[in-house]
């Protein structure tokens, strides 16, 4: 369902190289097991991949972080919710500036 391209993740991560491919692959398989395990089915929408994408991270980098850690936590809770109902505002929206809102 979740289309996760590597090298979007690596990019964020800010990792160059194909060595560690197979470990990141193993940590974007836990991820989505993590995000499962917390109530989270997996989706197709932006904030799913985010949540993976900040999973990964704080799996990538052992040193932890607080800010990631509540991020992730927000994350899940509004994926638990689901989607908003009103529309919301789609990533590509964003990208091209057609937010509706003026911006």
């Known amino acids: 369902m979740l289309s996760m391209n590597l090298d979007e993740l690596k990019t964020y991560l800010r990792v160059d190289g194909s060595?560690?491919?197979?470990?990141?692959?193993?940590?974007?398989?836990?991820a989505k097991e993590y995000l499962k395990d917390a109530g989270v089915p997996e989706s197709s929408?932006?904030?799913y991949k985010l949540a993976?994408?900040?999973?990964?991270?704080?799996?990538?980098?052992?040193?932890?972080n607080a800010a990631l850690e509540k991020s992730l936590e927000s994350l899940i809770t509004q994926l638990r919710v689901g989607e908003p109902k009103h529309g919301g505002i789609k990533p590509e929206d964003l990208l091209e500036g057609t937010c509706g809102d003026g911006i």
């Open 19 to 30: 060595e560690n491919d197979g470990f990141l692959a193993l940590l974007v398989h836990s």
């Open 45 to 47: 929408s932006a904030r």
């Open 52 to 64: 993976v994408m900040i999973q990964v991270a704080l799996n990538y980098d052992r040193d932890g």
